[in-house]
């Protein structure tokens, strides 16, 4: 009986990337016990976080993907009414207004937006496979725009880069030409005088402070100056867990959410994090391996924009710490603490074990 059970329970569950994402999820608890200066109530907080995107990664991966196909449409329409609700009534938080209240709890809608434009988009390039045209990838572009653009508005530069980023590797994969792709980034590249003066001042500080941190050691600076004080203190083996001085002694901000990396770069080194880098790599392997072998369309465009977004996540995150990218807010995927962001990562990963295995011989 035990043993039907269990095998009920994981029949669906990829022993692969369960051992990858079950060995970052103890890193990151490992690490941001100290990060948070040894708070057994923040890492307690997180085991829950935990077992709340566990459940949603479980149920995802038992549902297969012609039935996470027809979710497309509908989070869709939802999310961009969230949106859309968020710029009229949203909560207004450090100047930003990226809350809505749902009566009990509040809610971040751009996040239902991580899935709900790659999902969009990978039904609409599978329901017209057989006679994919140029209109077809202007419609996926304005579908991917909208949101991009709402979320941009709030603001939230570094939520509407993964959304972006989401949306532009279903079109990628789809088929769209390099002719087009280089022909945008030319008139990116010549619209951005147009798009700095449309920045907020923040902003501009943020890219400002790149070029230069030094110009405000103490204010726009300080992020990047003590991330890579810790980054460069950490040697080849780092000082060894809990024993890290830049977050100890409280020289580094936001520890435990979009600069844990220095935290664990400080502890364990160059070394460490070769290891951290090869286990983001395994995931991202895998998942591309699950792509390369998906059954449909969509399901190889959701599984290769799911794979292709954790890549991201940890390129801007790691970037954004070693100081070759400006601070956009963009946390470390299984490691930073935080709610919102693991559910919506291991929402993308059972979407994978799903993909994976209910593949069909024949598609429907």
Request: net charge positive.
């Amino acid at each position: 009986m035990i043993n039907r059970l269990f095998r009920f329970f994981v029949r669906h569950l990829d022993p692969f990337l369960m051992a990858v994402v079950g060995t970052l999820l103890a890193v990151g608890l490992m690490v941001l016990y100290s990060a948070s200066g040894e708070s057994f109530s923040r890492v307690g907080s997180q085991l829950g976080n935990f077992l709340v995107a566990g459940a949603v990664l479980w149920a995802v991966a038992n549902i297969p993907p012609q039935h996470l196909m027809r979710l497309a449409v509908p989070v869709y329409v939802a999310g961009l009414a969230l949106l859309v609700a968020v710029m009229l009534f949203g909560e207004i938080s450090n100047g930003a207004r990226r809350w809505l209240h749902i009566g009990v709890t509040r809610i971040q809608p751009s996040e239902i937006m991580k899935i709900g434009v790659p999902l969009m988009l990978a039904w609409y390039f599978d329901r017209y496979e057989a006679i994919l045209r140029f209109k077809d990838f202007v419609v996926g572009g304005i579908v991917l725009a909208v949101p991009v653009v709402l979320i941009a508005l709030q603001p939230d530069l570094g939520t509407s880069i993964l959304v972006g980023a989401a949306g532009f590797f279903v079109l990628f994969l789809a088929g769209l030409s390099w002719k087009v792709i280089v022909a945008a980034g030319i008139a990116g590249g010549a619209a951005l005088p147009v798009l700095w003066g449309m920045m907020h001042d923040y902003q501009r500080q943020r890219v400002m402070t790149l070029l230069d941190p030094s110009q405000d050691p103490l204010g726009a600076g300080y992020h990047t100056i003590q991330s890579t004080i810790a980054l460069g203190s950490g040697g080849i083996f780092g000082k060894g867990w809990l024993n890290g001085t830049q977050a100890r002694l409280d020289f580094l901000p936001e520890r435990t959410t979009d600069f844990i990396f220095a935290v664990y770069a400080e502890e364990f080194g160059l070394f460490g994090n070769l290891i951290l880098l090869i286990l983001f790599l395994l995931l991202i392997g895998r998942g591309l391996y699950i792509s390369a072998n998906a059954s449909t369309l969509f399901s190889r465009l959701m599984a290769g924009a799911v794979t292709l977004t954790f890549f991201t996540y940890a390129f801007v995150n790691i970037g954004m710490v070693s100081g070759i990218l400006p601070v956009v807010g963009v946390p470390l995927p299984l490691i930073s603490y935080g709610g919102t962001s693991l559910v919506t990562i291991l929402f993308g990963v059972g979407i994978l074990m799903s993909i994976h295995t209910h593949k069909r011989l024949v598609k429907t």
